[in-house]
């Protein structure tokens, strides 16, 4: 949960000192980095070894860092991790990571810059003006046309100090769910107005979504969806699948619910299936996934009749064939009942209309994998180790 209005920090706050355990790379305690010193352009940016979206900035901050090094733009890379994992990482990245890296001491860093701002995933960036405000939070990857807008002195803080006072007052809708307060609904409808639909909401939207669906409130979901539909016509095709993802997804758990009672109501069975058939309408792909799911769910107790209805639906679905075809998930399926034969007949028909040979390959292994051992492959196997 993200924390609330009242805790939280916002754009054109007087940034905070930053706290280190350790300077890794390209400084030291000497020449340690003051964000607050009002002589430079501060990024800051947290990362981890272990996340795979930060690896792929690291030659990004790079690039940049080489742009601007001397033009008063300073970057900074920190981890809270150990010693033992960041000195290594960074080494071995040698000049593939050439700015300043930095371990947290005690999360505090982290604390006062990701907690503060409701941040909760990496890689994230912060970037410092001069007056050692913090003028911009986001994604590195998307840093590049603020950070030249602020080195240009052409940066409307103004307008991101209102966007983000919206971000600020998501985090205090998401902390009215989670404490079911009656007047959340009434503030969260006041506050999808103030976000509007321009496309600078974009982000603003995606918040409020996280929030609404974590709360539960699908109302307010659908709302927020049909808002962003608006925001131009590649937004409206996310929130298009976004809702069918949604649908699907509470589909499933209705229908699950239904047919694992202890005493089965063949009517909410049926029920729940035309539901589940209206949710994953207009996508094979969904359609292939809702019909696994419940495989997965389910395992040999699965309706094999509904799940096979459910993937003749995705055969007859116009546009290009997904990749894995139907056939791929009907093998996935007998090979989940334990039906090897007829698994084996849907896998060669599915490997059979693949072309790339890497795809091929990687889905092959995924229904070796799948596939259940045969039984007296299995009592030989268990001979060999006695």
Not at 71 to 90: C, H, L, M, R, Y
Not at 110 to 130: E, T
Not at 143 to 149: D, V
Not at 216 to 228: A, F, G, I, R
Request: aromatic share 6%.
């Amino acid at each position: 949960m993200s924390i609330t209005n009242a805790l939280a920090d916002q754009i054109g706050d007087k940034a905070k000192p930053l706290t280190i355990e350790e300077w890794v790379k390209n400084a030291d305690e000497k020449h340690a980095v003051d964000v607050t010193d009002g002589k430079n352009i501060y990024v800051v940016e947290f990362w981890a070894t272990w996340c795979g979206p930060c690896r792929s900035t690291i030659p990004h901050l790079t690039k940049l860092n080489k742009l601007y090094k001397d033009k008063g733009i300073v970057f900074v890379g920190i981890s809270n991790e150990t010693a033992d994992k960041v000195g290594p990482f960074v080494k071995e990245q040698g000049d593939k990571m050439d700015y300043i890296v930095a371990r947290d001491k005690d999360n505090a860093t982290n604390k006062d810059y990701m907690r503060a701002y409701g941040q909760n995933g990496i890689p994230c960036a912060f970037i410092i003006n001069k007056k050692g405000q913090v003028a911009w939070v986001g994604h590195p990857m998307t840093m590049e046309e603020p950070l030249l807008q602020i080195l240009q002195d052409k940066y409307d803080l103004e307008a991101a100090i209102k966007a983000d006072a919206l971000r600020a007052q998501v985090s205090t809708y998401e902390s009215m769910l989670a404490k079911e307060d009656p007047k959340a609904k009434e503030f969260g409808l006041d506050l999808l107005k103030k976000i509007g639909s321009a496309k600078e909401s974009l982000d603003n939207l995606e918040k409020m979504l996280d929030a609404a669906y974590g709360g539960q409130d699908y109302e307010m979901v659908n709302k927020v969806l049909d808002q962003m539909a608006k925001v131009d016509a590649q937004s409206a095709k996310r929130a298009e699948d976004i809702r069918r993802q949604i649908n699907s997804t509470r589909a499933i758990e209705t229908y699950l619910d239904a047919v694992m009672k202890d005493e089965v109501d063949e009517a909410a069975v049926k029920a729940a299936e035309k539901g589940l058939k209206e949710a994953a309408k207009g996508s094979a792909q969904q359609i292939c996934s809702v019909a696994y799911a419940i495989v997965s769910q389910l395992g040999d107790k699965a309706p094999i009749k509904f799940v096979m209805e459910l993937l003749d639906e995705a055969d007859k679905v116009e546009g290009e064939k997904p990749i894995p075809s139907p056939d791929f998930y009907r093998a996935l399926t007998y090979y989940k009942i334990g039906e090897v034969e007829k698994g084996d007949t849907f896998a060669a028909k599915a490997m059979d209309a693949i072309k790339d040979e890497n795809i091929k390959k990687n889905l092959q292994a995924y229904l070796d994998r799948a596939k259940p051992v045969e039984k007296e492959e299995k009592k030989a196997d268990d001979e060999d180790e006695e």
